[in-house]
């Protein structure tokens, strides 16, 4: 193992995202509208995407640059054909302590148990809403609720607990939603955790009006529920930790856009097509593809990860203003949310 790498402004490589694909069932309008992501829209070919022999190659070279947290993501992962053999790949790699999966939660059920027997530790499933009418008009594909809760249920059935759930909040169309969630979602099992919507990529015409603030959440739900705040499981953890003050179950709000996190942010992320990124907000990837195509060895492929590490100085969330509204910035879909 090297010595650990740091940035620019001393944070580590700590935790890898891997988008499988940027394909999705969904067309949730604050990740891939309809309007960007219709029937005429290029998705990656086959052959522009990492190959599960490539990805497990680079997982282990990033382990062994202090790596130790990793999520597979996209656009939808399940989607992405034999998932379960990567899966079973990447569990097996030592230094990775912490491995879940990302997903919508609309695969047919039987795979839950497929996903835990191929080595899949933990999930984070997706819902905006227990509401039908509002959960379908978010996806936009008419997907209804009670699957995806059948699918979280089956999770905790087969034990991938404590099983996340992220609801991302728009002012105006979830927000009554948000305490029935938090009723629901009370129990020791999960750990639901309310997303303040993000400007990601150019696509879903985000407007900081359209943000519902982690605070008034937090009062929202504190007028109903009595909450209190837990201390952080560790430096650089993503979402603030609550809980229920008469159950002690927690809960949790990611504040991105109101109280940014940069400052720990050890995340890096490789898109479908094999390029690393050192910010959800970044504009431009390193491509990994081409050198891992090209006959590098470990070696090269580690060294050049490093060198751009090194490089990285991404606060994007804390000088987040008026001018950087008009910045292009890559779909999260393709990045890897
Ligand atoms: N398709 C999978 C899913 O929805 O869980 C994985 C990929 S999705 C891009 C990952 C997470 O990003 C989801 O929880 C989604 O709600 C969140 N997300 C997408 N667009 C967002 C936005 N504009 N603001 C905040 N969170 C967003
Ligand atoms: Fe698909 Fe996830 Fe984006 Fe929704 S949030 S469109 S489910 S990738
Ligand atoms: Fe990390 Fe970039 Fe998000 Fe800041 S804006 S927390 S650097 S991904």
Redesign the pocket.
């Known amino acids: 193992m090297q010595p650990e790498i740091k940035d620019t402004l001393g944070r580590a490589l700590r935790d890898l995202r891997i988008s499988l694909t940027d394909r999705?069932n969904f067309r949730?309008t604050?990740?891939m509208p309809k309007s960007i992501f219709g029937r005429e829209y290029q998705f990656l070919p086959k052959e522009q995407l990492l190959t599960f022999e490539e990805i497990t190659r680079l997982v282990k070279i990033f382990a062994s640059l202090g790596t130790q947290k990793l999520r597979l993501?996209?656009?939808?992962?399940l989607l992405r054909k034999d998932v379960e053999i990567l899966i079973s790949q990447l569990a097996q790699i030592p230094e990775v302590a912490d491995f879940a999966l990302?997903?919508?939660g609309s695969s047919p059920i039987k795979r839950v148990q497929e996903l835990k027997d191929a080595g899949l530790r933990r999930m984070?499933?997706?819902l905006d809403s227990l509401d039908n009418k509002v959960f379908q008009e978010m996806n936009d594909v008419d997907f209804p609720v009670s699957r995806v809760v059948e699918w979280i249920d089956k999770v905790v059935e087969v034990g991938m607990t404590p099983v996340k759930i992220?609801m991302?909040v728009k002012r105006g169309v979830n927000e009554d939603s948000i305490l029935p969630m938090a009723k629901h979602f009370d129990q020791p099992d999960t750990i639901l955790r309310f997303?303040e919507?993000?400007d990601?990529g150019s696509s879903?015409g985000w407007r900081l009006d359209d943000v519902l603030t982690a605070k008034e959440i937090l009062n929202m739900i504190h007028k109903e529920m009595p909450i209190e705040p837990l201390k952080a499981n560790y430096v650089g953890e993503v979402a603030k930790r609550w809980r229920f003050k008469e159950s002690g179950n927690e809960f949790g709000v990611i504040a991105s856009v109101s109280q940014p996190f940069c400052g720990d942010c050890t995340r890096a992320r490789l898109s479908a097509d094999g390029s690393l990124y050192t910010c959800l907000f970044a504009i431009q990837g390193h491509d990994l593809k081409s050198l891992l195509r090209s006959g590098a060895s470990d070696n090269e492929v580690s060294e050049s990860i490093a060198n751009v590490w090194k490089k990285r100085s991404d606060h994007y969330s804390e000088v987040r203003s008026s001018k950087t509204d008009d910045l292009p910035k890559v779909e999260?879909?393709f990045i890897g949310?």
């Open positions: 999705c949730c604050y990740c993501t996209g656009g939808e992962p990302t997903s919508n984070t499933i997706s992220n991302v997303i919507y993000m990601v879903n999260m879909s949310g």
